[in-house]
């Protein structure tokens, strides 16, 4: 569908690394992928978050100039504000109620997963009966982001609900790999013992499969329980379910993951016991892959063994066996937390020589080692060589907050406002974490007032602080003697409060409040009122 805009009021952006499990999870749960160029998109994006008014998010819907609106356009512009809540919905709704255009259903799972970012599950749910009132049937992957999100954020009772409400909408009871995929989840956070209580329960309801297991079984690796994964893989082999190589290298990566590899004995057990898994796979006629070999490259890594690694990158090569991206990324890391940087810059080009385009992780393990050595000159260099790469590899947000990081400890602030600007214009972040990092490192600097700019922005673009966050700034004016600055973030916090809603009335919007967070933390500073 498409419609004109109206005339302008203003002017016109790994296990999961090592085991590829992309088999066994909900395909299309992840919407970065789905990012196109669009430059009406980044234009109506940047005016939004330039002009936004965190009081009146539907004023800033307003700014926008003579560019035809479409699903498309619609789609890949909340692409670009996934990290701001507030304005990502306030659009939503200004897009809604022009005339003549109606949502589909993949805005709606996006906005959903935005709101469900935020834990703004009271509204995610109001879509979806938004949705169904207006004609557009809520789709299954609806409920899976919403599952998910509940079960990132611990809240796996709701979700294991809403699992069971998604049939009143999609008027069909789960299929098996729905349950799969909710399985899969509470075992990726790290709820295993959920996952394992509901197979238990409702295993008689499925086909079972290699899949099932191998998410069971990934899980109880994760949860550095290889005991019961091996329980689980035994069980599976009784079935007379036979286990693929993905199955293997969760099994592999769970014995390899966590392992201590300190001292040496240590060392030589993990890697027996890993031959132990090679041997077992070749005894059922499964050949180890490039992701076997990269995990026991990757405790190689860990244990700092550099000859070993590069000893055994070549024999893999040898073998007939190509390089992937994370066999060389983990050779790297092992050469750049040894020091080994000149080794490390050579695999790096024979890595583009072979025509592997480095990622963000790779060049990550150059930054951690610029950052230990504090050399800002040879950071800032490799930083400008990336974004100079056009779109082959550009910074991520997890770049962004190592460099944060790292300048923060050099006291470079000029360079971390740099930074954080690029972040924002490139649409990569910021994120919780970015915010979380900076505030964090402005504190142990005592740049209150710095801190006191970007928790304020944090909140207005909707982003919940953790309460140590609150609580490392309250006390640190407090002791600082900035009773006045305090009172005018407080004030601040509370308007934000009263007015987080109010452009949204008919949404059960849950605003930030400091009172919920610490609501001690207010006591001695009425006190000293």
Not at 13 to 28: A, D, K, V
Not at 138 to 156: D, M, N
Not at 436 to 449: F, P, V
Not at 480 to 492: P, Q
Request: proline share 4%; glycine share 6%.
């Amino acid at each position: 569908m498409r419609c004109k805009l109206s005339p302008p009021l203003l002017h016109l952006r790994h296990i999961r690394l090592f085991c590829n499990l992309s088999t066994i999870q909900w395909s299309g749960l992840g919407f970065s992928q789905m990012l196109k160029p669009s430059q009406d998109a980044e234009t109506i994006s940047k005016i939004l978050i330039q002009h936004h008014n965190p009081f009146h998010a539907m004023e800033s819907s307003l700014q926008l100039n003579g560019i035809e609106l479409s699903d498309d356009l619609v789609f890949q512009t909340l692409l670009r504000l996934k990290d701001v809540s507030k304005v990502a919905l306030g659009f939503f709704e200004w897009a809604k109620s022009l005339p003549g255009y109606d949502h589909n259903v993949a805005i709606y799972e996006l906005m959903i997963d935005i709101l469900g970012r935020v834990r703004q599950f009271d509204v995610a749910w109001q879509l979806i009966i938004d949705m169904d009132q207006h004609g557009v049937k809520p789709s299954v992957k609806c409920f899976c982001i919403l599952i998910r999100r509940y079960i990132a954020a611990g809240f796996t009772r709701q979700a294991i609900r809403t699992f069971d409400d998604m049939a009143v909408f999609v008027e069909r009871e789960p299929a098996r790999e729905d349950f799969v995929t909710l399985l899969d989840t509470l075992s990726k956070y790290g709820y295993i013992k959920v996952a394992t209580e509901i197979f238990n329960k409702r295993k008689f309801n499925y086909e079972l499969d290699e899949k099932i297991y191998t998410v069971l079984i990934y899980g109880w690796c994760k949860a550095n329980r290889v005991d019961m994964a091996e329980r689980f893989l035994r069980e599976m082999i009784d079935k007379g379910i036979e286990p693929n190589v993905v199955t293997y290298n969760v099994i592999l990566n769970g014995i390899c993951r966590k392992s201590s590899l300190h001292p040496e004995e240590r060392f030589e057990r993990t890697v027996r016991a890993a031959e132990k898994v090679f041997d077992e796979m070749r005894a059922r006629g499964i050949d180890p892959d490039i992701t076997s070999y990269s995990i026991v490259l990757h405790v190689y890594s860990r244990a700092h063994k550099p000859d070993l690694s590069l000893a055994k990158f070549h024999s893999m090569r040898e073998s007939g066996i190509c390089p992937s991206i994370v066999t060389y990324t983990s050779v790297i890391k092992c050469l750049c937390s040894c020091g080994r940087l000149d080794e490390a810059e050579e695999l790096l080009n024979d890595m583009v020589d072979n025509g592997i385009s480095p990622s963000d992780a790779t060049y990550n393990c150059f930054f951690k080692e610029y950052g230990g050595r504090k050399d800002a000159q040879n950071a800032l260099k490799l930083y400008r060589k990336m974004k100079e790469s056009g779109s082959s590899c550009l910074p991520s947000t997890n770049t962004y907050n190592i460099l944060l990081g790292m300048f923060l400890q050099m006291d470079k602030l000029k360079i971390v406002r740099e930074l954080f600007n690029d972040m924002k214009e490139s649409g990569s972040g910021p994120d919780l974490d970015s915010y979380t990092s900076l505030i964090h490192g402005l504190c142990e600097k005592r740049k209150w007032r710095e801190a006191c700019e970007f928790f304020v922005e944090m909140i207005e673009k909707g982003f919940l602080p953790q309460k140590i966050t609150f609580e490392t700034l309250y006390k640190g004016l407090i002791q600082s003697d900035m009773l006045r600055t305090w009172r005018r973030l407080k004030n601040k916090l509370e308007a934000e409060a009263l007015k987080f809603g109010s452009d949204f009335p008919h949404y059960h919007l849950k605003p930030y409040r400091s009172g919920t967070i610490s609501r001690e933390l207010l006591l001695p500073m009425n006190q000293s009122q």
